[in-house]
């Protein structure tokens, strides 16, 4: 939810009438929720009543001053957004202000253009200060590794590796095709690390402007460029002492790895236009569903840049190399949209699903649930609200058990030699070329490549 769409409740405290009522008007005017207290006292007894966006506090007030009362509030750990009003002459304390926690400061007499943007600026950290709150409130619930659901052999591997690497404070590359659930993955490795109580802050380094993105990770400040008009915190000191997480880290353009190899290498940066060296205690987590090795080899990423991210590595396997795990999810889904347990499947559905190749893997199988739930009947999976393409696209050509032994089987192995006897005849098939043989088996080369390694077949095939 954006600064827009979301009616923020902000409290204006000031001693003089005209100031408040201005300030109220103008903000009324935007959208925003206004309440007023005539100083500090009045302000502190409403905000243990109620709760706040924001408070716009002017410094110098009788009975207890706007530093007062900021320090009053982080006394009781109350981490509300802050931001001091304060005359031209008296700066020296607004700086004081900012020491003590406040986000920013305004002179009097200042300008509508220039309160709407800093108060947008604040709103919007005060709303990523909010998503992490709600985001530690999870811990040991939606985020925590016993709720990466799956009970297959991949998954298992998978978990005890996140359980070793999260306590670590090394950054880490997530690698694995889209929709196979890396940044669940990511905050699952914050939360259960010691930087849980800090901010998880994600960038998706593919959805924004290649000219906007060194503002958005460094901050700038004021006057660094046209429209510049105010300090801007960036990304990496949103996430001080937390865990910065770069989705799609091989769009990032090649300037931009410059930029970031030095940060990791110095632990510190300069916002754009600014001649401060700011320390930096973050731990990066980065993702890609591309091959950074062959981009490496085409020079559109940095071999230096690589190793520095790529600590500890973690692939996550596509849903097609864990179809185990489709019951689990597809339950864990429908609990998730309609708060019940139990979720029938029809037996040929499961095996249509079963058989389905997953190319939008773990997100393209969340659809498909909350499609069924909505069209499908009430509490039962059933083949008439499967799209087409699922239908159309399910293979099962490599044989039947047949008749079930009576004393049963291992079914995870008969599943591998059967996987193992296909991809080898796939490779005969496409005289040992592994693209070919991707292609007759309708996956990627991504895709057998992990097959190949999990089972142990060689590269000199």
């Known amino acids: 939810m954006s600064v827009q769409n979301k009616q923020y ?12 009522e201005m300030l109220a008007i103008l903000l009324q005017r935007e959208g925003y929720q206004i309440e007023q207290a005539a100083d500090g006292v009045a302000a502190f007894a409403m905000i243990q009543e109620n709760s706040y966006d924001l408070i716009i506090s002017d410094i110098q007030m009788p009975k207890m001053t706007g530093i007062e009362l900021l320090r009053q509030l982080r006394d009781q750990n109350n981490d509300v957004t802050v931001m001091m009003i304060t005359a031209f002459s008296s700066t020296e304390e607004a700086v004081a202000a900012m020491k003590l926690g406040a986000y920013d400061y305004i002179t009097k007499p200042f300008k509508n253009d220039e309160i709407r943007l800093v108060i947008k600026n604040a709103l919007e950290r005060e709303h990523l200060q909010q998503e992490n709150r709600q985001l530690k409130q999870q811990l040991g619930q939606r985020f925590s590794f016993q709720s990466l659901i799956g009970t297959s052999p991949a998954m298992s591997k998978l978990i005890a590796l996140l359980e070793r690497v999260a306590p670590s404070q090394v950054n880490v590359l997530i690698t694995g095709e889209s929709g196979t659930g890396k940044e669940l993955v990511a905050k699952a490795l914050h939360l259960n690390s010691d930087r849980k109580k800090h901010p998880f802050v994600p960038i998706n380094c593919g959805a924004i402007p290649e000219n906007l993105l060194e503002s958005e990770l460094f901050g700038h400040e004021k006057g660094a460029f046209t429209g510049a008009d105010r300090r801007k915190e960036g990304l990496f000191e949103s996430a001080d002492n937390g865990t910065l997480f ?13 930029k970031l190899l030095r940060v990791l290498q110095e632990r510190e940066f300069r916002r754009v236009g600014g001649t401060d060296n700011i320390p930096l205690n973050i731990r990066l987590v980065a993702a890609t569903n591309q091959d950074l090795s062959d981009m490496i080899k085409e020079g559109t990423f940095r071999e230096d840049l690589f190793y520095r991210l790529n600590v500890v590595s973690i692939e996550l396997p596509p849903l097609r190399a864990r179809t185990a795990d489709i019951p689990l999810l597809i339950n864990n889904f429908y609990k998730r949209l309609t708060g ?8 040929q559905t499961l095996e249509i699903l079963l058989n389905y ?4 893997n773990v997100r393209e199988l ?25 239908k159309k696209r399910s293979h099962n050509h490599c044989g039947e058990i047949g008749n079930l032994p009576d004393e049963g089987f291992d079914l995870d192995k008969w599943l591998e030699d059967l996987e193992r006897t296909v991809l080898l005849q796939a490779l005969e098939k496409s005289g040992g070329v592994r ?27």
Do not use: H
Not at 357 to 360: E, Y
């Open 435 to 461: 693209k070919k043989a991707a292609e007759l088996l309708g996956i990627n080369f991504r895709s057998i490549r992990y097959r190949l390694g999990k089972l142990g077949i060689g590269d000199d095939l």
């Open 366 to 390: 969340e659809n498909l649930v909350e499609r069924c739930v909505v069209l499908g009947e009430k509490d039962k999976l059933t083949l008439e609200c499967l799209p087409e393409q699922i």
């Open 9 to 20: 409740k902000i409290l204006v405290v000031d001693d003089e009438n005209s100031i408040r």
């Open 246 to 258: 770069l989705d799609e880290i091989g769009e990032l353009p090649m300037g931009m790895q410059v």
């Open 357 to 360: 190749d997953w190319p939008g």
């Open 340 to 347: 019940k347990d139990e979720y029938t499947i029809e037996k």
